[in-house]
């Protein structure tokens, strides 16, 4: 949040000019609601009911949207034109039931505002309004909040200072002011009562989470801990609103990037700020999803667009400390040195241990140099990866997805050779239905067996760390497309990984790295030359513990694995019908033998061991399923 391309007015004439139309766009923010800022009695259940009750009808209504019979024919049917206009009523009652439901969903919706791949133009068009057009509260609230914490009222302390809020989002407004001593300044107040609607909304959140952890069946390997992910998101939400907090994480961010003429960092003014008031040096600068404005500026949008990720990168890998809410609200860009970017609101800010820092650094490495192993390491250090289980099917697909990797960069820079400045104009064409198929059956059957057995031992694990890196560059990807439609996240780090690599070593840095390999191989020749004869030794002494019967090996047949437990499944299947069957007979018998209650019973149990059987089926089905993918017949 910030402010944007809006000056500090000194004339009166444009003040009132400015005012009049502030308070025109305050009235259209105002008409959906946003009430929730003023509830004092507010129940957990209360909110759980209008949370869930939005979440149903947003998902009836846009089932709707895509049914041909609620299209009258007297109006011309589903025509493109008339899903459109539907596509735009149903992206504006979105957007105003995210404001009625408060911050915790305003944030959601500033998230998918940047999906442009992803969403229809029509919604992203409506959630771009949640970046810095959340409806304001009173004046004379935010007023009373400045003397509260300051101590006297805002014209004794500012030189100017309007009070029709410039800017205002989800935790907050923004009024611009001048100090007395000539400095122009923005002057964030925070919205009331929002720590009791974070106790409510987090509750609710948590159970979400609890009951995520239970049903979660983890396909993909991966063993995700929904609580510690609801832990690290609550706890960065209730350090957001602490305004003391987000001023030191400004300075701190304004320091690492002290070196960079390309990112600019509003000064604090810490005499004027609290935790509930934060005055922050006038920084005014131009979206950067705004493609007509820049381009009107003259700037780079692909410059641009590198420039985010790159700076992410820096943020991540370099300093271990990044801004965690980098939608288009809080990123703007001026004219100054070819375009700068321009970061605003610091209060989610997230921080990367060393040594998960360093197994990133490490991971870039490996999937520069195409290393599986060296990736494997990089992810254990980290503790995505746990070291048990069959490392050899995870290195195996490892090295698949590295080697695609690699073809894919090499396509992409092969593709814009030829296309030359056509390349940039439009998005990458989405693969058909056959396209996809046939994808996935190249794939399965060069990696299928891998992947079972990975998913069968979930050896992955997505630390909570993560949460915000990975959301980070979700919204850093939809930006990206919004300037350049063939941004690819992938293509600028690969080059980035290269720097790195090279930065952390010498002048030749290529020359020293080939002869250390020299040396290191030339080393293990010698030393080999004197263990060869004791490793002759021991491979015959483990021949003979084999021969003998004191070591056996362990050997995994997973065909063998995978059949036993379909038999098994089966086996299940069968045993629930048999039981099922079995009540429902001695149900019938002790019905017809006027025995009410014991048959009364007997049904009841039937019912009980009739959803296992489903349960069981349904099992053995998705086995059935799998069996196929691996065979490539779906």
Not at 257 to 269: G, R, S, T
Not at 442 to 471: H, K, W, Y
């Amino acid at each position: 949040m910030g402010t944007r391309t809006l000056p500090l007015v000194a004339k009166r004439r444009d003040s009132v000019m400015l005012r009049e139309a502030l308070a025109t766009e305050t009235v259209e923010a105002e008409a959906p609601g946003g009430n929730w800022s003023k509830f004092k009695t507010y129940s957990v259940w209360q909110r759980t009911c209008e949370i869930w009750a939005f979440a149903f009808s947003f998902a009836w209504r846009y089932f709707l949207l895509n049914q041909k019979w609620t299209y009258p024919k007297q109006q011309g049917g589903m025509t493109p034109a008339a899903v459109s206009a539907r596509k735009s009523e149903l992206a504006v009652w979105l957007r105003e039931g995210l404001v009625r439901l408060g911050p915790t969903f305003i944030k959601i919706g500033q998230q998918f505002s940047t999906r442009v791949d992803v969403l229809s133009p029509e919604f992203v068009k409506e959630l771009e309004k949640l970046q810095d057009n959340v409806p304001p509260f009173e004046t004379q609230t935010a007023l009373r909040i400045l003397e509260d914490n300051l101590g006297a009222p805002a014209g004794e302390i500012f030189a100017e200072f309007d009070e029709v809020p410039i800017a205002a989002a989800s935790l907050g407004q923004v009024h611009l002011a001048r100090l007395k001593t000539g400095e122009r300044v923005v002057v964030k107040v925070q919205r009331p009562g929002l720590k009791d609607l974070f106790d409510i909304d987090l509750k609710n959140i948590r159970a979400l989470a609890v009951w995520l952890q239970k049903v979660d069946p983890k396909t993909d390997g991966a063993a995700r801990d929904w609580v510690a992910i609801y832990d690290e998101c609550s706890r960065i939400l209730y350090q957001e609103i602490d305004y003391t907090l987000e001023g030191r994480n400004a300075d701190r961010f304004r320091e690492n990037f002290a070196k960079l003429d390309w990112v600019k960092v509003p000064k604090v003014y810490w005499d004027y700020s609290t935790s509930e008031v934060l005055v922050l040096e006038y920084c005014p600068g131009t979206k950067i999803n705004d493609g007509p404005a820049l381009d009107a500026q003259g700037l780079d949008r692909q410059r641009l667009a590198r420039l985010a990720v790159e700076s992410y990168l820096q943020q991540i890998l370099n300093h271990g400390f990044f801004h965690a809410d980098p939608h288009p609200g809080n990123v703007a860009v001026d004219a100054e040195g070819g375009g700068r970017l321009i970061y605003y609101d610091f209060g989610m800010m997230g921080s990367i241990p060393g040594g998960v820092r360093g197994g990133l650094m490490e991971l870039f490495y490996g999937v520069y140099e195409r290393d599986a192993d060296r990736c494997l390491d990089a992810l254990i250090t980290m503790g995505v990866l746990v070291p048990t289980g069959d490392r050899l099917a995870v290195r195996r697909t490892a090295q698949f997805f590295l080697n695609s990797f690699q073809e894919r960069l090499v396509q992409q820079k092969n593709e814009k050779e030829v296309k030359g400045e056509e390349y940039n104009k439009d998005y990458k064409p989405q693969r058909s239905k056959d396209e996809a198929k046939e994808r996935r059956k190249a794939i399965l059957s060069s990696i299928g067996e891998d992947l079972l057995l990975a998913a069968n031992d979930q050896p992955f694990r997505f630390p909570a760390t993560f949460t915000f890196v990975v959301r980070s560059f979700t919204v850093l990807d939809g930006i990206g497309k919004s300037l350049d439609p063939r941004f690819d996240i992938s293509e600028i780090a690969a080059p980035y990984a290269r720097n790195l690599l090279l930065e952390g070593t010498p002048q030749f840095a290529a020359l020293q790295k080939d002869f250390g390999k020299r040396w290191a191989n030339q080393n293990r020749a010698v030393k080999n030359l004197f263990r060869g004869p004791n490793q002759i030794e021991d491979i015959a002494g483990t021949m003979q513990r084999l021969e003998s019967g004191d070591l056996k090996l362990r050997v995994r047949a997973l065909e063998a694995e995978r059949a036993l437990g379909r038999v098994q499944a089966w086996q299940r299947v069968v045993s629930c019908a048999l039981v099922t069957s079995t009540l429902v007979n001695v149900g019938t018998v002790l019905s017809v033998s006027a025995m009410a209650t014991g048959a009364g019973l007997s049904f009841a149990g039937a019912g009980v061991f009739g959803l296992l059987l489903l349960s069981n089926y349904l099992k053995v089905v998705k086995l059935e399923k799998k069996e196929a993918q691996l065979a490539g017949a779906v």
